[in-house]
């Protein structure tokens, strides 16, 4: 099942090689068709802007052991773009740096259907081929519920997301997500393991706020048996 799911979402699961940190975050953005261009600037826009935030770099930098960061956009099954492949976030320098290459990306497409669950297992690919990380975290941001291939729950059952965190940024913007409402969705079939949660941005203006309260609550400090960094205010 492994194989065949992988084979699907294009991934080859690869060793993790050595290194040190405290958290391994794979940020995973939607550009499926129900994100229009417009929308997408903001989202990308917004995440480049939570990255350079004072408060998000202190949450990266607060503490001796420093956190990996990838971050890819996806949309349909066979459609997952990498916008920044692994880097250890070890100074400001290298946020700012992240955050103009996200600025300065471009859509790989833009006309393809929902499908989370090939998104998740892209992630846990890339979390194989990660730093070797105390702490896993996958971040999916979509604006849509799974409409193509498997789901987030089949893709929990096949690919290693053993001991991994997956948190959800929920743009609450679509007028009609049929029976199944987003934050629904989200809540119960995509989040999952230690602490988890959703953040919440009510439209894509709001996308810059969610993100970057929801880095600030993802990167506090990590404790060993999976206590969930405190909630900031505001």
Known sequence: MIGRLAALTGLTLMAQPAGACRLALVLAIDVSSSVDAAE??????????????????????TADDPVALAVFEW??????????????VQSPDDLIRLSAQIAGSSRSHNDFPTAMGHALGHAAGLLQSAPACLFQTIDVAGDGINNEGFGPVEAYRAFPFEGVTVNGLVVNAADFEGEVGLIPFYMNEVIRGPGAFIEVATTFDDYARAMRRKLIRELGVQVLGGAAAPVPQG
Request: aromatic letters at 8%; hydrophobic letters at 50%.
């Open 40 to 61: 997408d600037v903001l989202q990308r826009q917004g995440l480049a802007q939570a990255l350079v935030d004072p408060e998000v770099m202190a949450a990266f930098l």
């Open 75 to 88: 949309s349909g099954r066979y459609n997952q773009a990498t916008l920044a492949d692994w880097t250890v």
